[in-house]
């Protein structure tokens, strides 16, 4: 752990993920049962995730910005039968009604009606866990309905370890990129453990046999240090970790030593190119991007050669891609369109076989509702989000949420959330809002949505500014017109700035 430097090794997270394991099973937890996980960043957050692993069992870990309501609702949706949180967590878990959640333990503290992880695992015999089997991981990701959708994919159905399982396969692959991953390899791992890339990337080193650094947060200061202190080879980031970086005086960034890096990768969000190029300067030739999803339907990757040649381009598509118009067409090189996969594999969103279909078309193609094009060579660029998402950060936040918090104060006659530039964050969330009593807008009432709408999200999802408008761009059926207000903000902007 970065922080606090507490330190766990292969043996002990052997040890205490199969003690977890056991308990599980013995209070009835079997494998293709859910468990969820609701923790900051910290050293049991891991060896739950490899306890469920192990198992055979879906495991969810649980944004920990989220409010009750928020939890709840995805605890509710996955059917969940174990919790495991944490003493940080104990504001959002006092708001919870857990009496379909039989199993719960609090893995750092206290927390009423929670077993204490310590004692749940010393009352367990060490020694290997019978019947092992591959779980996976089933995280909820944002629709645009609001309600976030928890991307299930079938679990292996072999024996943990199987060398064609799929988590297995992915942590080969991973082995074979950016000069290999190794035993003895050194992984710095920045963000938040309940993302998909951060978890599966952790996991997937300890297959490898690397070191896993493990950020509590990020700080741009605190990264540089790591890499320095502990020999880092390989890192993923957002592009905003980038600009953070970058935002230090130079001599703060020329004083540590990341010369022992072999291999950053980026994603999540589109990294502009003078950011891109600025990395590859300090860094050097060893800055990788990916493209993909959770749903991991499509995926392309681009090498820095390959990105200097083609810049701005997320690489050439390793699944079949193809780019069509609204009506289904297939669009020439160099015309943007909806960004289609014909590869990928399965997977569906749970409890919503609805919009599991919408995603895909009539040739059995998907799509993740991104919009780009293909060059003459066949490298992807991505050219718009999905429909309205705001990528902040690298988080994705789909406006519909905030807007129906925001329609439902009584001062509010309109409401639409936006993203706009930020030079930082990449897109900050901002609310247009027609008020109901034109002389009520201003300072005071802006406040005050600002607080209603954080009293019902998580922050991150809220708008951090309120601006006031006679009248919302809609048609005569009420169709709002999201592109005439984003460019009312986005005139001159490209994307991330510093």
């Known amino acids: 752990m970065a922080t606090s430097g507490e330190v766990v090794t292969y043996d002990q997270l052997e040890d205490r993920s199969v003690r977890l394991a ?52 995805v605890l509710d949706d996955c059917g969940a039968v174990t919790l495991v949180a944490s003493e940080a967590m104990a504001d959002v878990v006092a708001g919870l009604d857990l009496s379909g959640v039989p199993v ?20 367990e015999d060490p020694g290997p866990l019978e019947d092992e089997g591959e779980g996976r991981e089933m995280l909820y990701s944002s629709g645009t309905t609001g309600r976030p959708k928890g991307v299930r994919k079938p679990l292996p159905g072999t024996s943990f370890g199987d060398p064609t399982a799929i988590p297995v396969l992915l942590a080969q692959a991973l082995a074979g990129q950016g000069g290999g991953v190794r035993p003895g390899s050194v992984y710095l791992s920045p963000a938040p453990l309940y993302h998909a890339a951060p978890l599966v990337y952790s996991m997937s080193m300890h297959r490898l046999g690397a070191t896993v650094v493990v950020m509590e947060r990020f700080d741009p200061q605190q990264c540089l240090a790591l890499i320095e202190r502990h020999r880092v080879t390989h890192a993923q980031f957002v592009p905003t970790m980038f600009v953070r970086m970058l935002r230090l005086p ?35 030739p060893i800055v990788h991007e990916y493209y993909a999803g959770t749903e991991d339907i499509g995926s392309s990757f681009i090498g820095p050669e390959e990105w200097l040649a083609h810049p701005g381009s997320v690489g050439r598509p390793l699944d079949e891609c193809h780019v069509l118009d609204e009506h289904g067409n297939e669009l020439p090189p160099g015309e943007a369109g909806i960004v289609w996969f014909a590869g990928g594999r399965p997977f569906e969103y749970h409890n919503d076989p609805d919009k599991t279909a919408s995603i895909t078309n009539d040739r059995g193609w998907r799509t993740l509702g991104d919009i780009g094009r293909l060059d003459e060579d066949g490298y992807l660029y991505l050219t718009d989000r999905q429909a309205h998402m705001i990528i902040s950060g690298g988080v994705n936040i789909y406006p519909q949420e905030a807007e129906n918090v925001l329609a439902g104060h009584p ?19 901002r609310a247009v809002v027609q008020p109901t009593e034109p002389a009520a807008a201003g300072p005071a009432l802006a406040a005050d949505l600002l607080g209603h709408c954080r009293a019902e999200l998580a922050t991150y999802k809220c708008p951090r500014q309120v601006d006031f408008v006679d009248e919302l761009p809609r048609d005569p059926n009420g169709k709002l017109y999201k592109r005439l207000l984003r460019e009312r903000y986005w005139k001159g902007h490209d994307s991330l700035v510093i």
């Open 22 to 73: 056991k308990a599980l099973r013995g209070r009835g937890v079997g494998g293709g049962d859910h468990i969820a996980v609701l923790m900051e960043n910290n050293r049991q957050f891991l060896e739950v995730a490899w306890a469920a692993q192990r198992s055979g069992l879906h495991y969810t870990a649980i944004n920990s910005h989220l409010r009750p309501g928020e939890v709840q609702y």
């Open 104 to 123: 719960r333990i609090s893995a750092v503290g206290d927390l009423p009606g929670f077993e204490r992880y310590d004692e749940v695992l010393a009352a």
């Open 250 to 284: 130079p001599e703060e960034r020329e004083r540590h030593d990341v010369s022992s890096l072999e291999f950053a990768i980026h994603a999540a969000a589109p990294c502009p190119v003078a950011v891109k190029r600025q990395m590859l300067d300090w860094w050097g």
């Open 411 to 429: 001062a509010v006659a309109d409401v639409a959330v936006i993203g706009v530039p930020d030079p930082e964050m990449g897109e900050a969330v």
